[in-house]
């Protein structure tokens, strides 16, 4: 199981995979602006900055990945309740239907079995399921979490908040799917808009290299391409801010 879902720890190979691509992006940059292996070696930081900006990709896509996840997960706790299961061993029987979906190692199904072990270690099925809603940090997991364990304590229709759990759960997602469609489509403009000032300097060395001379190799033109390079960066982060839309 995944302690925290909203932490992301890097394997070394998967660390060094993004540094370099980062390094590699930043040289390149680097040489654009300044033409000299000094500029070069100067922007090899860009790798880390490249590295904490992948994280956060790679923890909302985890996060939007469970989600998809769980909505299945409560679609087979609740086939198993409709069967006449009880609610501990409804669990079991949805990692048996889930690993038919997934693979073994899918975030579902660990999630599941580990809820399963801690049934079986005589833990409170209320609380393992408040546990898992604070690691992920998912709000439908948290509002079921919290529904759940009202019903059970007041002796609600388990089966029925399940069932319309997971068909709210639904809807929500495809929701989501069709918002994060249209800023997907939205940050792929502006990911060429950022390029375009990069792909422009490119253009004017390969085809103009006298005009750009005057900018290169003294201190106006280190100075001049240091501040144009601190005001494309923010730019750059305000486009990636603006877009941040949560769902």
Not at 10 to 17: R, V
Not at 30 to 37: A, K, Q, R
């Amino acid at each position: 199981m995944v302690k925290d879902y909203n932490q992301f720890h890097y394997t070394k190979e998967g660390f060094l995979k993004y540094f370099l691509k980062g390094a590699l992006l930043g040289g390149g940059i680097g040489f654009l602006f300044y033409s000299n292996l000094f500029g070069v070696v100067l922007s090899f930081p860009i790798g880390l900055i490249y590295v904490h900006g992948k994280k956060k990709d790679l923890i909302e896509g985890r996060k939007w990945q469970l989600n998809l996840e769980f909505r299945d997960g409560l679609a087979s706790l609740s086939a198993a309740l409709n069967a006449g299961y009880s609610v501990e061993n409804a669990f079991y029987q949805a990692v048996l239907d889930l690993k038919l979906m997934y693979s073994v190692d899918s975030l579902i199904v660990t999630e599941f079995e580990g809820i399963v072990k801690q049934i079986q270690m005589n833990q409170n099925i209320e609380e393992i399921l408040e546990e898992f809603a604070v690691r992920t940090g998912i709000e439908d997991i948290e509002n079921f979490a919290e529904v759940f364990k009202t019903a059970k304590r007041t002796g609600g229709d388990i089966i029925h908040i399940i069932r319309t759990s997971g068909n709210t759960i639904h809807d929500k997602i495809e929701v989501k799917r069709e918002i994060r469609t249209l800023i997907t489509g939205k940050k792929f403009e502006a990911n060429i808009m950022s390029v375009i000032p990069m792909g422009i300097i490119l253009y004017l060395r390969l085809c103009s290299p006298a005009f750009l001379e005057p900018l290169y190799h003294n201190l106006f033109g280190f100075v001049f391409m240091t501040i144009l390079l601190i005001v494309y960066y923010g730019v750059y982060l305000l486009s990636k801010k603006i877009m941040n839309i949560k769902i």
